[in-house]
């Protein structure tokens, strides 16, 4: 920037007075003839003319003036005195030095003003073709790029019929550069640390949390606004190399500004996670593990054109530059708004049948936000449904011990608000000066919480039961099994299993914790297990000692009363009857009909939206033994 300015800037003794004034007010704002450019709407051929005193047109030194915050009414006068008297003997603009569509219409202003005639008066010149008044006025005073015939009809009435095909190119540049994208002068600049480039290349992540972490950058988009967030996910499939496929996540989000998407883009390489700014090293790792080219188009409502950067990973590493050029393109609908991720060169094949499967691994993953109707997702144009919990109703409850239990206990716990360090992540207290983990001195004010339900599941499954544990909606763990292990801290083996009591039956226990403040991996698919805040959310949920009262007591443990444990000793027997809620023939539990029950649950069979024909089954079941009946007749599927 130093030297551009040295090799650019004549001496001050040669320039007039008004390229003076431009010069310092530039050398003030510590501006480059690029972001002078970019701010301006004016190329650098033009500037360098202006600042070199050899053109003095208004417009520019007015738009240079304000952008650099001189005093308007100073520079309005040096003009007026020393300008002013010879504005009709600058030359035509030249349309070999047009390059933008700002340009163009400047140059088309700038030749009406030279000639002296009025729209009025260019209206009358039918010979050289239709000039409308209206029409040029439009063109000229909203700054649009004017039809071809158009173009050629006005260079011809204000004298420059020779320089008409000059002209018609200038037309052409301005409409590429309009479409294709106008290079920004400021680039999104990376620092990647050693850390997080190793990381990049030894990393597992699955495809669906590669995904699942750009889903994520859009829903924390989305969240201040407190509507749906409506995201699609396009697989674009190479007909012959499956290294030119593609996909593309889009979202309808507020979007972001270059310089938003600058910051977004550069934040995760440092490491750093800054609690919802910026798209976090997650976004760099995802985009690296799905594809080596990546491009991020984003822009605002009222943002004419689409700022758009591209990452190509390959040739980032090649060439060591971590200076990434941005770009702006125009909109095909003015109120368009959002972010596109488009991430080529895959690495692994997709192939259209791949939806199908996404779909279903997306809906288990984003349940909660799918069913509470805050995410709509779609996948290769086809609606990804929540995988929902198959649960008995909250009304439904047993006896244990003199005590009516629900089916389903829901919790809330607040937690004390604690300053996350921005570097570590480490929870330290509000009023901390340094991070006590790490020293660092940045930090983001959290309050926390852990709220979530536990229920128990209509039909046992071997595999199908456990809890899932959610960071910002998204299942990190999944029908996990952890907390229905007792660790005793007095032995150095593992930890012995306590549910469910028949393990080749199954279990039943199913639920959803929210624990947003936690820390997670980098990848998102395990929390720190070691942290202060995983071991507060396991005490909470469920309790430091075991669950069944005689083994607590055993250890000399009072009686655990957690969420888990209130569950566990209402529901932990599979006795049919309505004594645990389990459907039976009046002879044994029928587990393989609550089993098929419990797919056409999920398959959206309405017969089996409620838990009657659970309850029904059971109840029957308490009736027969009664009654002293024989196995009652069991339906396994709809009728």
Known sequence: MG?????????????????????????????????????????????????????????????????????????????????????????????????????????????????????????????????????????????????????????????????????????????????????????????????????????????VNCLAELIDNSLTAYAPTGTTARISIDFEVGTENYRKSSVVIRDGSPGMDADTLRRSLAVGWSARNLGGEGFGIGFNIATARLGSHITVRSARVNDPRWTVVTLDFSALEKSGEWAVPVWTEKKTEADDCGTQITVRGLRETWRRSNGKSMRVKLGNLYSYPLRKGKLYLEVNGRPVLPRRPCIWAESRTVIYRKQEISAVQTFDFPLATKAICLNCQFANETRAGLCAECGGIEFRHAERQIAGWLGIQRYA???????????????????????FIWNNPDSMGEGAPEYPEEPLRGGRIVGEVHCDHVPVT??????????????????????????????????????????????????????????????????KAT?????????????????????????????????????????????????
């Open 522 to 587: 980098y990848a998102k698919d395990a929390f720190d297990y070691g942290s202060v805040e995983w071991q507060q959310v396991v005490r909470l949920v469920r309790g430091e000692s075991p669950l069944l009262p005689t083994m607590a007591r055993r250890y000399g443990y009072s009686t655990n009363e957690s969420p888990l444990a209130n569950l566990f000793n209402g529901f932990r027997r599979m006795d049919p009857g309505l004594r645990y809620l389990v459907p039976g023939d009046g002879n």
């Open 591 to 639: 587990h393989e009909a609550a089993v098929a029950w419990g797919r056409a649950f999920h398959q959206g069979v309405p017969e089996y939206e409620s838990d009657e024909i659970w309850y029904a089954a059971a109840k029957a079941h308490d009736s027969a033994v009664a009654n002293g009946q024989g196995p009652a007749e069991v339906r396994l599927r709809p009728q």
């Open 461 to 483: 499954h071997r595999t199908e039961y456990g809890i899932d544990f959610l960071y910002g909606g998204r299942k990190i763990l999944s029908q996990d099994k952890s907390l």
């Open 3 to 207: 030297n551009e300015r040295r090799n650019s800037d004549p001496p001050d003794a040669q320039l007039s007075k008004v390229a003076r004034r431009l010069k310092l007010s530039r050398d003030r704002a510590h501006l480059s003839f690029g972001q002078l450019a970019e701010a301006t709407g004016y190329s650098k051929s033009t500037l360098h003319r202006t600042f070199m005193g050899k053109e003095c047109r208004w417009e520019v030194v007015k738009a240079v003036a304000l952008e650099c915050g001189d005093d308007l009414g100073e520079v309005t006068a040096l003009w007026s005195a020393e300008c002013e008297t010879i504005a009709p003997r600058v030359p035509a603009p030249s349309p070999g030095e047009i390059n933008t569509a700002a340009e163009l219409n400047s140059a088309m202003r700038r030749l009406l003003e030279i000639s002296g005639m009025s729209l009025r008066q260019l209206e009358s010149h039918g010979e050289f073709g239709s000039l409308p008044k209206s029409t040029v006025g439009k063109v000229l005073k909203e700054r649009r790029l004017p039809r071809e015939s158009l173009l050629e009809s006005f260079v011809r009435a204000l004298g420059q019929g020779s320089q008409v095909e000059a002209w018609r190119d200038a037309l052409h540049r301005a409409s590429r550069n309009e479409s294709r994208g106008v290079l920004q002068s400021i680039p999104v600049s990376f620092t990647p640390s050693p850390r997080l480039l190793s990381m990049l290349a030894d990393l597992p992540m699955s495809d």
